[in-house]
């Protein structure tokens, strides 16, 4: 079974600064996806990136970038420039890839607001 | 930009009753999930549908709830006797196969 793990329940960050929360996770799997996904007030659940395990690159989504250490299973996610609408519950979350189906799972969150 | 949409966005309902969540998955994914998220907590998995069978459900998915694809479009996931602990934000969710899962926006499902 795969866990996920955010060690910062909450953080904060001033407007137009820099953040990095904090993901990881224990798998057996070699090949698989994971995910940091925005929950802002809504309650809506918005895919922010994604990064596959296989991909030595770390991925980038404009002013979201993440930084992925496979061996340590360290999957952290740097929000540049912090806006306001950043504001938001932070999900990390893993996905198999070799399952079509797969179910992915999450971890607890970490909320992060943006002060002006 | 294709979009996952659920019906109702809110339901309050009376301890015992029965409710339907609808979700209309983006068209060409093939892959349907439900999962709920009760206030304050992680995202949890339910069930998962492919080609008109569950693929995998949790400890959670009982005799309780079930799932159905009535049409090419719809995904409805049943609650049959609701209980106070089933208030939940539930999400439908969709996947083209072997990519990430895109969520709808969530029912609000309130048990009194």
């Known amino acids: 079974a795969q866990t996920v793990t955010q060690s910062q329940p909450e953080m904060s960050v001033q407007e137009a600064e820099t953040v990095t929360l904090s993901c990881t996770y224990d798998?057996?799997?070699?090949?698989?996806?994971l995910f940091w996904y925005k929950q802002p007030p809504s309650r809506q659940m918005i895919l922010v990136i994604r990064?596959?395990?296989?991909?030595?690159q770390n991925a980038t989504e404009n002013r979201f970038s993440v930084n992925f250490q496979k061996a340590a299973k360290s999957f952290s996610l740097k929000i540049s420039d912090s806006q306001l609408g950043d504001t938001a519950m932070y999900f990390c979350a893993f996905g198999k890839r070799n399952t079509n189906a797969g179910k992915s799972t999450f971890g607890d969150g970490t909320t992060l607001t943006v002060k002006p | 930009e294709p979009e996952v949409t659920q019906t109702p966005s809110h339901q309050v309902t009376q301890m015992g009753q029965e409710v339907i969540l609808r979700c209309v998955p983006i068209s060409n994914h093939l892959y349907f999930y439900w999962y709920r998220q009760i206030l304050g907590q992680k995202v949890e998995f339910l069930v998962s549908?492919?080609?008109?069978?569950?693929?995998?459900k949790s400890e959670i998915f009982d005799d309780q709830f079930s799932v159905e694809r009535p049409d090419g479009s719809n995904f409805t996931l049943k609650i049959r006797s609701t209980k106070l602990e089933d208030s939940a934000m539930y999400f439908c969710?969709?996947?083209?196969?072997?990519?990430?899962?895109?969520f709808g926006p969530g029912t609000r499902l309130l048990v009194l």
């Open positions: 990064q596959e395990a296989y991909k030595q």
């Open positions: 969710a969709s996947t083209p196969g072997r990519s990430a899962q895109y």
């Open positions: 798998t057996s799997e070699s090949n698989y996806y």
């Open positions: 549908f492919y080609n008109n069978e569950i693929s995998e």
